[in-house]
Every structure is written in structure tokens, then in C-alpha cells.
């Protein structure tokens, strides 16, 4: 068989075709699995809101690694039972942004929010990074870090 240019130019339409292909479909599903850890980190907000004790433990992965502001690191057990502790007046999220590597997603925002404790008020305004890992479909918080703003 003779290889012409029509022949070259049709194994580069196809090779073309395929690449294209190939690039849509991660991009896609990278854009949905951005949505479900936007849904994770909306719903961990209502949880913390709504001291809700199941939802904390089913948003959260068992080696989750939650670190203050302050420097106090906490692990899954300690922060599900501080949480239960606290009473969120509001917790807000603003300039979220997310990225999905693999198995893995970071999320980054400013949380600002108000606690009341012991009848007293605290205003908070922290930046955050956490890092989601996905475990048998769902996102789950693996790790969080936040930083005085």
C-alpha cells in the first residue's frame, strides 16, 4: 500500500480527533468532581452550623489532620467532639477556589463566622486550605488548615 497525502492526512484528523476526546472527558468529569467538593465544603458548613454529629463524621475522613489558627492540630475524634461543643451563630465561605488532582482536591476560602461561648461572642475571619480525598465516590476531609487573615 502507498501512503499518500490523503492517507497521512486522514491518520492526523483521526489522531487529532482522539486527543480531543481524550482531554474533554477528564476535563468533565474534573468539573463535576469541582462541584461535589464545593457540595463537601457547603455541607461541612451546614454540619458545623447544625452541630450535626453523623454528618461531621460522614464528611470526614478517620486520619483527618484539622488545624487552627492558633496552631492547636486536632484529629477526627477531637474535632467532631469540639464541634459538638461550639454554637455557630453564622459561618460564611467567600472567595472559594478548587482543584482536582487525582484522588485529591484543595480547597481554599476565607471562612468568616461568630461563635458564642460561655455567653461570649467571637467574631471569626480565617483563610483556609483544606484537602478532600475521594473515598468510594465521596469527598471526604482528609486534611484542614487555617491562617489568620
Known amino acids: 500500500m502507498t501512503i499518500n497525502r490523503r492517507h497521512m492526512a486522514l491518520a492526523s484528523a483521526g489522531a487529532l480527533s482522539i486527543a480531543i476526546i481524550g482531554a474533554v472527558a477528564p476535563a468533565a468529569a474534573d468539573a463535576a468532581d469541582e462541584a461535589a467538593v464545593k457540595q463537601a ?7 458545623m452550623l447544625g452541630n450535626d454529629r453523623p454528618q461531621l463524621e460522614a464528611l470526614t475522613t ?3 489532620s484539622y ?9 477526627k475524634p477531637v474535632f467532631v467532639e469540639n464541634a459538638m461543643k461550639g454554637r455557630w451563630k ?22 468568616t463566622g461568630q461563635t458564642e461561648s ?4 467571637n467574631d471569626v475571619k ?9 473515598q468510594d465516590g465521596n469527598w471526604k476531609l482528609l486534611a484542614r488548615q487555617a491562617v489568620k487573615v
Open 126 to 134: 480565617i483563610g483556609i486550605l483544606m484537602v478532600w480525598l475521594k
Open 67 to 75: 488545624g487552627h489558627s492558633s496552631g492547636r492540630v486536632e484529629s
Open 90 to 111: 453564622f459561618i460564611t465561605v467567600s472567595d472559594e477556589t478548587t482543584a482536582v488532582v487525582g484522588s485529591n482536591a484543595i480547597s481554599r476560602f476565607v471562612f
Open 41 to 47: 465544603v457547603e455541607a461541612l458548613r451546614k454540619a
Open 62 to 64: 478517620e486520619h483527618l
Open 118 to 121: 460561655d455567653g461570649k461572642v
